[in-house]
C-alpha cells in the first residue's frame, strides 16, 4: 500500500492502479482490501480507464467496513456514477446519482453531474448538421491533441508518440513526453493531401513535455507550454513564445514574464491581431476559483511586454478546470471546462465578451462533445470546418484529432390550409411568403391534402398570408409572421391557415341611417368600403342583392319605402367606388324580415313582446345576398347597319355631267 500511495502521489497513475490491485487480491483485512480496490479506482479515474475504475469501485462496495458505513461508500456510489457518464451510459449514470442523492442531498456538485447526464440524453437525440471524421494522418495509439491549422503548411499538433526528444516514457500517462508535430500540406490541382507528420525543427521541442501551440498572423510567432524545464527538473508549466526563421523552423523560444515558479501556466490562445493571449493557470493568487482557471494578458507595445494577468471571472471559470483557450478571428472564446454541466469530462464551450465582463458560455453540444474528454478546437473563418481533441469511444488512441466539416442547414416551414366553417383542407389554395431580404413574392400552392412545404433561409423574417382557389369563393387570410432569428437548423417551422368561405347570405352590421334619412353616413360608407365593395372586387364574378330592412316601428307602407331608398343609397354608392351596377340588386324588405320576431308591432297579437332599443337596432339591419356567382357582362348587340342601296348597273355610256352652281353675283 505504501509503494501504490507513493506512486500515486508521484501522479504515477497507471503504476499505482496495478500496485492497488494486487494488494485488494492478496491482502486479507477486508477494510485494507475494500480501500485498496477504492484506491485502484481513483488512479483509473485519473488515467481515463472508466470501465477498470467502475469495476473497482464496485468491488469496493462489496466489502463492509468493520467501522460501518464511511464516506469511502459514498464517495465510490458517486464516481461509480461518473465513471458511467463518461462512458455515455447516462441512463446508468442517473440511476447511480439517484442512489447517492438519497443519502447526500444537498450535494450541489453530484447535481450538476446529474444534470449534464439529462441534457446528454436530449441532445443526442437531435439531428445535427455536424460530419465528424477521425483525422487518422495524425493520430497514434499515444495521445495526439491540440490542433492548430497553418493554411499554407500544414497541421501543427502536440503528440506523446515515440520518435520524439525523449525516449523515456512519463509516469502519469505511461506514454512518452509531449513534443509538437506538423502533418504537412500539399495542394495539387485543387486538391489537398497531407504527408506523415514530422516534428517542428528548432530548438521548440525539448526533451520534456513540450506543445499546445497557438500562432499569431500566418504562424510567424508560436506561442507555447513547456513543462519541466529543458532540464527536466523544473515544477511548473510556462509559456514560451518564438518566432520563425526561414520556411520550416523556429529560432530560440523566449520565456514570457508573466510566468512564476510559484504556479503553472500553459494552453496560450493569442488573439487573431496579436494584442492579447488567453491562457489557463493554476494560480492561487488573487482572484482564484478553481483547479485551472482561465486568464488574460494585453501586449504593451512601449514596453514590448505582458500586462498583469486578469482572471477572466466567475461567469468563464468554475470550481473545475478551464483549458485550452482558443480566439476565432471574430473574437468568439472558446474553451474547455468540466467545471460547467457537462456531457461527460471536458467540453468544449464558447462565450464573448471582454476583461471579466462574459456572456453565459454556451456548449457546443454532441457530437463535438461526448462523454469523454472533448477540448483544443480550431475553426475555419466560417466555421463550417475545424479540428478538434477528444478520447471518445472508437479511436485510434488515447487522445485523437478530429476532423469536421458541416452540412448545409435545414429550414423548412409547413403548413396546411383549411375551411374555416368544417376544417376541411383545401387542394390549390395559395400561399403567399415575403420576407425581409426580397422584394419578390413567394407563391406556394396547396397539395390534395391541403399542405405546403417551403425551404427556409436562416436570419430571415417571413410575411405570410394565404388565398383560396381561383375558383372558390374563400377570403384572403390574415396577415401571419415568422422568423428564423436565432432557430436551430434541422428546425421546422408551422404555419397553419383557416380561410373563410363567402356565404350565400350574410348580414353586415354597423350600416347606420339618420331618422328618416337615407342618405349614406361617414361612417356606414367605411362599412360598405370593407364589407361590400371589398367582396365584390375581391370576387368579380358574384351578382348580389342588397337588402336594406327596418324595424316595425312605422307603417308597413311607410317602411317598405324607406327600405327602398335606403338600398338605393347603397347601391348608388357602390356603383361610385366603380362597380358595374349590373352586378347589384337594390331590395327594401321594410319589416317584413325581422330579426327579432318577437318584436312585431302588431298590437293586436296576445303573443307581443314590447322590444328595447337594442332589439329594434338588430332589425334595422343591411343584407347581402349572392345571386349568381358566375354573372357574366352581357354587351349589348351591335345595331344592324341599313341595306345598302343596290348601286347601278355599270354600262358603257358616259356619266352625265353635272350641272356646277351657279356663281355667285
Not at 76 to 79: E, I, K, Q, S, V
Not at 566 to 584: E, F, H, Q, T, W
Given at each position: 500500500?505504501?509503494?501504490a ?5 508521484k501522479?504515477?497513475f ?25 484506491k ?18 464496485e ?9 460501518g458505513a ?5 464517495d465510490?456510489?458517486?464516481?461509480m456514477?461518473?465513471?458511467?457518464k ?65 493554411e ?5 499538433f502536440?503528440?506523446a ?7 523515456a ?15 504537412p ?18 530548438t ?9 501551440a497557438?500562432?499569431?498572423g ?6 507555447y ?9 523544473g515544477?511548473r ?6 518566432k ?13 514574464d508573466?510566468?512564476?515558479?510559484s504556479?503553472?501556466?500553459g494552453?496560450?490562445?493569442i ?10 493557470s ?44 482558443y480566439?476565432?478571428?471574430d ?12 456531457m ?9 465578451g ?13 457530437p463535438?462533445n ?5 477540448f ?9 470546418s475545424g479540428y478538434?481533441?477528444?478520447?471518445r ?7 485523437d ?19 374555416k ?37 436562416r436570419?430571415?423574417k417571413?410575411?405570410m398570408?394565404?388565398k383560396g382557389?381561383?375558383?372558390?369563393y ?13 432557430v ?7 404555419q ?11 348580414t353586415?352590421?354597423g350600416?347606420?341611417?339618420?331618422l328618416?334619412k337615407?342618405n349614406?353616413r ?15 372586387k375581391r370576387?368579380p364574378r ?8 327596418t ?11 324607406l327600405?327602398?331608398r ?19 340588386v ?7 324580415q ?8 302588431d ?25 349568381d ?9 351591335a ?15 358616259r ?9 355667285r353675283?
Open positions: 500500500m505504501k509503494d500511495n507513493k506512486a500515486y502521489e501522479k504515477e497507471n503504476a499505482a492502479a496495478e500496485i492497488y490491485k494486487d494488494v485488494a487480491k492478496t491482502e486479507k483485512n477486508r477494510n485494507v482490501r475494500k480501500e485498496a480496490y477504492f485502484e479506482g481513483m488512479a483509473r479515474m485519473m488515467n481515463n480507464d472508466y470501465k477498470d475504475a467502475y469495476k473497482a469501485f468491488k469496493s462496495l462489496k466489502y463492509k467496513s468493520t467501522k464511511d464516506q469511502m461508500d459514498a465510490a456510489l458517486r464516481y456514477g461518473e465513471a458511467l463518461l462512458q455515455e451510459k447516462y441512463a446508468e449514470a442517473i440511476i447511480k446519482f439517484n442512489e447517492y442523492l438519497a443519502e447526500n442531498p444537498d450535494d450541489e456538485e453530484v447535481k450538476r453531474l446529474k444534470e449534464g447526464c439529462e441534457l446528454a440524453l436530449k441532445w443526442k437525440d437531435k439531428k445535427t448538421r455536424y460530419v465528424i471524421e477521425n483525422f487518422k494522418k495524425a493520430n497514434t495509439r499515444e495521445s495526439d491533441f491540440a490542433p492548430w491549422f497553418l499554407k503548411e500544414g497541421l501543427v502536440t503528440s508518440r515515440a520518435g520524439g526528444m525523449n525516449k516514457e512519463y509516469g502519469w500517462t505511461g506514454q512518452y513526453f509531449d513534443d509538437m508535430y506538423i502533418v500540406m500539399k495542394k495539387r490541382r485543387g486538391t489537398v493531401s497531407f504527408d506523415k507528420p514530422v516534428l517542428l525543427k528548432g521548440v521541442n525539448t526533451k520534456y513535455s513540450d506543445g499546445v497557438s500562432f499569431e500566418k504562424g510567424r510567432n508560436m506561442y507550454t513547456q513543462c519541466n524545464s529543458d532540464d527536466g527538473k515544477l508549466c510556462k509559456i514560451y513564445s518564438a520563425k526563421i526561414g520556411r520550416d523552423s523556429y529560432e530560440q523560444p523566449v520565456l514570457l508573466f510566468n512564476s515558479d504556479f503553472s501556466c494552453h496560450p490562445a488573439s487573431p491581431d496579436g494584442k492579447q493571449m488567453f491562457f489557463a493554476n494560480s492561487t493568487d488573487g482572484e482564484h476559483y478553481g483547479g485551472w482557471d482561465l486568464y488574460v494578458v494585453n501586449y504593451v507595445r512601449r514596453g514590448k511586454t505582458w500586462s498583469v494577468p486578469l482572471n477572466l471571472g466567475p461567469t468563464i471559470n468554475t470550481k473545475g478546470d478551464e483549458m485550452y483557450p480566439v476565432h478571428t473574437g468568439t472564446l472558446y474553451f474547455a471546462s468540466n467545471g460547467h454541466v457537462t461527460g469530462g471536458l467540453d468544449i464551450y464558447f462565450t464573448s471582454s476583461g471579466q465582463e462574459w456572456t453565459k458560455p454556451e456548449n457546443m453540444k454532441w463535438i461526448t462523454g469523454a474528454d472533448d483544443a478546437i480550431w475553426l475555419a473563418e466560417d466555421k463550417e478538434f481533441s477528444s478520447n469511444e472508437g479511436g485510434r488512441g488515447s487522445d484529432i478530429y476532423s469536421f466539416t458541416m452540412n448545409p442547414c435545414e429550414l423548412f416551414m409547413t403548413g396546411v390550409v383549411r375551411d366553417a368544417t376544417k376541411a383542407v383545401i387542394p390549390n389554395a395559395t400561399v403567399h411568403i415575403r420576407t425581409n431580404k426580397d422584394t419578390a413574392t413567394i407563391v406556394l400552392t396547396t397539395d390534395q391534402t391541403g399542405a405546403y412545404k417551403l425551404p427556409l433561409t436570419e430571415t417571413f410575411e398570408m394565404a382557389p381561383e375558383d372558390a374563400y377570403f384572403d387570410s390574415q396577415k401571419e409572421f415568422q422568423s428564423t432569428e436565432g436551430e437548423c434541422f428546425t421546422t417551422l408551422v397553419d391557415f383557416e380561410l373563410e368561405e363567402l356565404e350565400i347570405e350574410f353586415v352590421e350600416i347606420l341611417y339618420d328618416d337615407a349614406i361617414p361612417d356606414a360608407a367605411q362599412i360598405l368600403d370593407d364589407s361590400v365593395v371589398a367582396v365584390l370576387f358574384i351578382k348580389i342583392e342588397l337588402g336594406s330592412h324595424d316595425c316601428r312605422a307603417t308597413h307602407e311607410y317602411n317598405d319605402s327600405s327602398q335606403r338600398a338605393d343609397s347603397a347601391v348608388a354608392y357602390i356603383v361610385s367606388k366603380g362597380i358595374d351596377p349590373d352586378r347589384l337594390a331590395q327594401g324588405y321594410g319589416e317584413r325581422l330579426r327579432i320576431e318577437k318584436c312585431s308591432c298590437r293586436t297579437d296576445p303573443g307581443n313582446v314590447i322590444c328595447s332599443e337594442a332589439e329594434h337596432q338588430l332589425n334595422r339591419r343591411t343584407t347581402i345576398k349572392v345571386l356567382k358566375n354573372w357574366k357582362k352581357v354587351e349589348p348587340k345595331e344592324e347597319a341599313p341595306a345598302e342601296e343596290p348601286k347601278p348597273q355599270q354600262n358603257n355610256q356619266p352625265q355631267r353635272r350641272t356646277p352652281p351657279p356663281r353675283r
